[in-house]
């Protein structure tokens, strides 16, 4: 680490920005808001492994997106180039480069920050740069970054911010033909729009941004980088302004001294990433894996599949609006066909406060188990996985009725919230288990916590079988 600092400081601002750009692990840590992020695999208990993005990962409901510790600093100076939507002077002193999603609701929410960071500090103080960076699991978010990108092309960054304020205001209706409709009222021609986006000729910029982003190690979003600095998530407009303020500050004494305006933003980043390194080296070392076993009790409402006395008990606190709650599925189905009846598995609902639809879809799959039995839960669950892109009223019907269920019985179980108890034990539970998100199962006590691969469960579950035998 220290010939790391000393090497920034023997180069150029060119080269330190150059220098600093390292390869993302795999890994998930818990997102501190600004700073130094978390070590990989640090999030609290068990094996670490992929929690959700957006971000289900923490409970508490501060909105701080998830990334893991990339290989370099955690401050790091992001490229800015003309192929990038900016709203703001070039030589702003203050630029913060956004790493967004079109579909991710935090993205929408925290975009009234951004609006009221423009309105204080008004482009000759600060400059906003748009980055792609659409998650996987988002199904139009690729679709809905090309077409944006393509609006930019043909229309310039004017455009783009129509496009982009449409699209955000119209969260729930991407499609393609909204695109073309929305395109239109950003002031693009639609026949060229039309044949750009076949053409799929600025796919190539929403790679190179994702290819940027997992340089930088980012894994969620949100993810700010402001002069360099990293927040993470929908925070509040004062952890901005913090930042902003700051490097305000810093940028005047820069120009007092003689620096051009259109070196600051990469002097400030070098400065910023090279506090970052000395602040790493202090920083402590990654939290040891959680071997205890816990006692989870498994009560009369979860539902289960598999036998009661089977050797191996797989306890799951689960969210059906959580992706990586929908990954896990797969495993668990893998690990089920794998060990029979020496295996049993155990919901313990634990919606997220910022998912939306959780409660609704978990009150219909309790509906489900009260008027079904299990098989009726598992199928409602198996329904809801399948759907989980679309959770609304809705598509709640469709599987309702699908499962001959009563939607007006689902929806005034909904209104009432009949299972508020249910769903309250179970989140007492998890605090003192201390569960700080979803997916996170228990083995027999073990904690495994993530979206992990099966390898990691079958670890488990074979260590847990020979002590049985």
């Known amino acids: 680490m220290k010939f790391q600092i000393s090497l920034y400081r023997a180069l150029s601002p060119l080269l330190v920005l150059l220098a600093m750009v390292g390869a993302g692990q795999l890994g998930c840590a818990t997102g501190q808001g600004r700073g130094v992020t ?5 999030q609290p208990g068990g094996a670490a492994g992929a929690a959700c ?24 100076a992001v490229p800015v180039t003309a192929k990038d939507p ?16 079109f579909q991710c609701p935090f993205c929408a929410r925290v975009g009234e920050t951004l609006d009221e960071l423009r309105r204080i500090y008004g482009p000759a103080q600060l400059r906003l740069v748009w980055k792609n960076y659409p998650l996987p699991f988002h199904n139009q978010a690729r679709p809905a ?17 129509k496009f982009h304020d449409l699209v955000f205001a119209n969260q729930r209706e991407l499609s393609a033909e909204n695109y073309l409709r929305w395109a239109k009222l950003a002031g693009v021609d639609v026949a060229k729009f ?3 986006l076949s053409a799929r000729r600025q796919a190539a910029k929403t790679d190179e941004d994702v290819a940027l982003a997992t340089r930088l190690g980012i894994r969620g979003t949100p993810v700010f980088r402001i002069n360099g600095i990293s927040l993470m998530g929908a925070q509040p407009i004062d952890a901005f302004k913090e930042i902003v303020d700051a490097q305000l500050a810093a940028a005047k004494v820069l120009a007092a001294g003689g620096t051009p305006k259109s070196q600051i ?23 040891p894996e959680d071997t205890a076993i816990w006692p989870v009790p498994v009560g009369k409402s979860d539902p289960t599949r598999g036998p009661a006395d089977a050797l191996v008990t797989l306890v799951l606190f689960s969210d059906f609006q959580c992706p990586f709650c929908k990954r896990v599925e797969e495993t668990l189905l893998a690990l089920e066909q794998k060990y029979g009846k020496d295996l049993r598995i155990v919901w313990k609902d634990y919606p997220l406060p910022f998912h939306d639809r959780a409660i609704p879809a978990a009150v219909l799959a309790r509906i489900a188990l009260a008027k079904k039995g299990a098989k009726g839960f598992w199928q409602a669950h198996r329904a809801l996985f399948e759907g989980q892109e679309d959770l609304d009223d809705g598509a709640l019907k469709v599987i309702a009725k699908g499962l001959g269920l009563s939607w007006i019985e689902v929806q005034k179980a909904i209104t009432d919230r009949r299972f508020k108890d249910v769903f309250k034990e179970s989140e007492e539970l998890a605090k003192t288990l201390k569960v700080s998100g979803t997916p996170c199962a228990f083995v027999n006590g073990y904690r495994v916590a993530g979206a992990v691969p099966a390898e990691k469960f079958i670890e488990v579950i074979d260590a ?3 002590k049985r035998r």
């Open 38 to 42: 978390a070590k990989a695999g640090s």
């Open 53 to 76: 993005n957006c971000p289900c990962a923490r409970k508490d409901g501060s909105d701080k997106a998830q990334e893991p510790t990339p290989a370099g600093p955690s401050v790091l």
């Open 86 to 101: 900016v709203w703001g002077n070039p030589d702003a002193p203050v630029t913060i480069v956004e790493f967004s999603d």
């Open 145 to 161: 970054a090309d077409a944006a990108m393509t609006v930019f092309t043909l229309g310039g960054a004017d455009a783009f911010w």
């Open 194 to 196: 039309e044949t750009e």
């Open 265 to 287: 933003y990469g002097v400030l980043s070098a400065k910023n990433a090279e506090a970052a390194l000395a602040e790493e080296e202090k920083s402590p070392a990654p939290e």
């Open 464 to 466: 847990q079988l020979a």
